[in-house]
C-alpha cells in the first residue's frame, strides 16, 4: 500500500486506500503528510476508531516527525483534558483523535480546523461499524473545504463509498489484495 499510495497522496491527490490489516497503511499516509507539512503551512487531522490505535499511530509517526520538529498532539477520550488542551496550546501540526474527543474540544473551542490541509479518517470500516458517522459529518464540517482527504480502511462498505462522493475530489481507489482479507503471518 505505501509503494502505491505514497506517490499519489504528494501529488496531493485524494485516496481511498484499501489493504489487508497489517500492511502498513498508517506509513501510507504518514510519510508523506509528514513530508508534505514540513515544506508548507497548515496541519493535519488523523481520526481513528479508538484510543488504542491513536497512541499507535502517535508513536509510528512521532519517529519520522521528530525528526522534521513536527509536534503531534492526541486527543482521546479517558485522558485528562487540561492536558490535551495544554499539548495543542503548543502548536502541534498534527493531531491524531478519536471523533468524540474531537468534537468535545471544538465544542469547548480549543480545537481549530480551518487550517487542516490533510484530512485522514483511518481505519474507516471500523469507524462506520462503531457508529461513528454522525461526528464525523459534524468534525468534516468544521474544515476548510479545501483539504485533502485520504480514507484508508481494510473493506469499503457503501457507507465509504457515500462519505468519499460527499466529501473527496475524485480520488483514486488503491486496492491491495482483497478487500476484508487478514495477512497471512500478522
Known amino acids: ?42 496541519r493535519g487531522l488523523i481520526l481513528v476508531p479508538t484510543r488504542e490505535l491513536a497512541i499507535q499511530v502517535a508513536e509510528a509517526l512521532s519517529k519520522i516527525a521528530n525528526s522534521f520538529g513536527i509536534k503531534i498532539a492526541v486527543l482521546i ?48 470500516d471500523r469507524m462506520l461499524d462503531m457508529g461513528f458517522a454522525p461526528q464525523i459529518e459534524k468534525i468534516l464540517q468544521f474544515m476548510n473545504k479545501d483539504r485533502q482527504t485520504l480514507l484508508f480502511s481494510a473493506t469499503i462498505p457503501e457507507k465509504i463509498v457515500n462519505i468519499a462522493a460527499k466529501h473527496m475530489k475524485l480520488p483514486i481507489n488503491v486496492e491491495i489484495a482483497r478487500s476484508g482479507s487478514v495477512v497471512e503471518k500478522i
Do not use: C, W
Request: net charge positive; no cysteine; glycine share 12%.
Open 1 to 42: 500500500i505505501q509503494h502505491k499510495a505514497i506517490p499519489i497522496v504528494l501529488d496531493g491527490k485524494d485516496i481511498i486506500g484499501i489493504a489487508q490489516t497489517g500492511t502498513g497503511k498508517t506509513y501510507a499516509f504518514g510519510i508523506p503528510m509528514i513530508q508534505k507539512l514540513a515544506q508548507s503551512e497548515g
Open 77 to 124: 477520550g479517558g485522558a485528562p483534558i487540561y492536558l490535551q488542551i495544554s499539548n495543542l496550546r503548543r502548536g502541534p501540526r498534527i493531531i491524531i483523535a478519536t471523533p468524540g474527543r474531537a468534537i468535545d474540544h471544538l465544542k469547548q473551542r480549543t480545537l481549530e480546523l480551518n487550517d487542516i490541509k490533510m484530512f485522514v479518517l483511518d481505519e474507516a
